[in-house]
């Protein structure tokens, strides 16, 4: 039986537990702990195929009332649910998958959708509201992030995997991930981006503290301003938790100028409130000096709450300036 519109070959890559993105961003993988058919009694539906932690690949497949495929009958529905538990105490996590999906009995059509859901409640007993993540069609998916709208979260993320009846046929659900642990995962960014930015003096000519999420060529600008053509940007990084390490990690460029002009990465640490865009700032020893991008990095101590993290400029001079921010973020750099 082939799976409809995807092949498994798309799917097998090699398993790296912390994997390197846009050149440094580290990324926790959490396994689940168990599945509700485990427990006794419980309220699942269907059927659960793989060894969980064996690399084959693990599937749901509805239930099958009939005596043989030539013999369908209603009644195929499907709930399933994982537990993921001891998550990391830091960053989004989001669930990473494939997916496809066959007819058991060959069906020459695919309709069924499987629609996966949510719940954060420590222990995940299988009763209770469950929050829709996203419907997975039957097109299939290759692999893909789908956030979860849930941040450091101290509970157990309950995941449920359901597909109403909506056709006589029996249907088998594959959602999987890597070729070494092959089922869906929740995946945690070990970084923290900015949530707002703020200019003091200057100006944003593109772009946005958005522009800085990822390492992709799509930078802010920022500009030189007023009568002593000077800059003060600040980008505002919260929740950040106490751990060691803490990095500071910074991608830009600033094109030559006649005047010679740098731009300094600054830093201070804030409980409560809004970064100031004004007043004293720490030195993180990072200068943006080159007419290519480059990557810089700098340890910013071992505090928590709200960094705060300026570019000044380091001379003024006679123009306006410019620097381009192509990637910024804190690097907490560890997984539990």
Request: glycine share 10%; hydrophobic share 35%.
């Given at each position: 039986m082939m799976l409809k519109k995807l092949g498994l070959l798309a799917f097998m890559s090699m398993l790296?537990?912390?994997?390197?993105?846009?050149?440094?961003?580290?990324?926790c993988e959490t396994e689940y702990t168990w599945k509700c058919a485990d427990k006794q009694p419980n309220q699942c539906l269907g059927y659960f195929h793989g060894v969980h932690g064996a690399g084959a690949i693990e599937s749901f497949q509805e239930p099958n009332p009939d005596l043989q495929c030539g013999d369908q009958q209603p009644g195929h529905s499907l709930r399933q649910i994982l537990r993921f538990e001891n998550l990391p105490s830091f960053g989004a996590h989001k669930l990473k998958m494939s997916y496809a999906s066959q007819n058991v009995c060959g069906a020459a059509e695919e309709t069924e959708v499987m629609r996966v859901s949510k719940r954060v409640v420590d222990?995940?007993?299988d009763t209770g509201p469950f929050q829709q993540v996203v419907d997975v069609g039957p097109e299939g998916s290759s692999e893909t992030e789908y956030a979860l709208g849930v941040s450091g979260t101290t509970q157990d993320i309950c995941l449920e995997f359901k597909s109403p009846e909506t056709n006589v046929y029996r249907d088998e659900f594959y959602t999987f991930h890597q070729a070494d642990h092959a089922h869906p995962i929740i995946v945690t960014d070990a970084d923290y981006e900015a949530s707002s930015e703020a200019t003091g003096v200057g100006s944003v000519v593109s772009g946005?503290?958005?522009?800085?999420?990822v390492s992709d060529n799509v930078r802010e600008q920022l500009r030189e301003g007023g009568i002593q053509h000077r800059l003060l940007h600040v980008y505002t990084i919260k929740q950040v938790p106490s751990t060691t390490p803490q990095t500071l990690r910074v991608e830009g460029y600033r094109p030559n100028?006649?005047?010679?002009?740098?731009f300094a990465i600054l830093y201070q640490w804030i409980s409560s409130g809004s970064c100031?865009?004004?007043?004293?700032?720490?030195?993180?020893?990072?200068v943006i000096n080159s007419g290519t991008e480059t990557a810089y990095s700098a340890n910013v101590g071992n505090s928590s709450g709200i960094?705060?993290?300026?570019?000044?400029?380091t001379t003024g001079g006679s123009h306006n300036?410019?620097?381009?921010?192509?990637?910024?973020y804190l690097d907490v750099g560890t997984c539990p």
């Open positions: 790296c537990l912390l994997f390197a993105a846009n050149g440094f961003a580290v990324t222990g995940c007993e946005s503290y958005q522009s800085t999420f100028n006649l005047d010679g002009d740098n100031p865009t004004s007043g004293p700032y720490q030195t993180s020893g990072i960094l705060c993290v300026a570019v000044d400029d300036d410019s620097v381009y921010i192509d990637r910024l």
